[in-house]
């Protein structure tokens, strides 16, 4: 396995990122999606990851800079058949080391409420995340929990 900054020039991750969307928007009402776009993903503050394992994509993840000491994690995901693989607890470790060497002293989320979204929330958790009220431009939304660690 190897992770790398992308630019999100390529076709493959557009395309790995448009079926997050949809698999989003399938379980996630589209006011409650808060997902980027490529164009947002390739804004100054946010670096973006890949995951592949050999020569194909099977993860991605980003941070997005908040302020000096306070990141946000975005854009987590797992190719489908790659689930439950260690794909995840990799980049999350990847996640947290970059923050860390990028001097951020706080990581913060959002990700879905609904039963899909479990199996995200218990990564979050086993990484230390605990649940927060809503952070940064966030605001109360009962499809969206929020979560938040010191590093």
């Known amino acids: 396995m190897k992770i790398v900054v992308d630019d999100l020039s390529g076709p493959e991750i557009a395309a790995f990122l ?9 379980v996630t009402p589209p006011e409650s999606k808060h997902a980027l776009d490529l164009d ?4 100054p503050e946010i670096t973006f ?5 050999g020569d194909t994509l099977v993860g991605c ?5 908040l302020d ?3 990141a946000e994690v975005k854009s987590m995901r797992t190719a489908p ?4 693989t260690g794909i995840a ?8 080391t970059e923050a860390r060497r990028m001097g951020f002293t706080r990581l913060s989320l959002e990700t879905g409420s609904a039963e899909p979204y479990l199996r995200a929330r218990k990564l979050y958790e086993k990484f230390g995340f605990d649940y927060c009220p809503p952070f940064a431009d966030y605001r109360p939304d009962p499809n969206s929990v929020f979560m938040t660690r010191t590093i």
């Open 18 to 26: 448009d079926e997050h969307i949809a698999e989003m928007l399938s």
């Open 40 to 43: 947002a993903l390739r804004r």
């Open 49 to 53: 990851w890949s995951v592949y394992d």
């Open 61 to 65: 993840g980003a941070l997005k800079r």
């Open 68 to 70: 000096a000491e306070h």
């Open 81 to 84: 058949a790659r689930q439950r």
């Open 89 to 96: 607890s990799l980049l999350m470790e990847h996640i947290l």
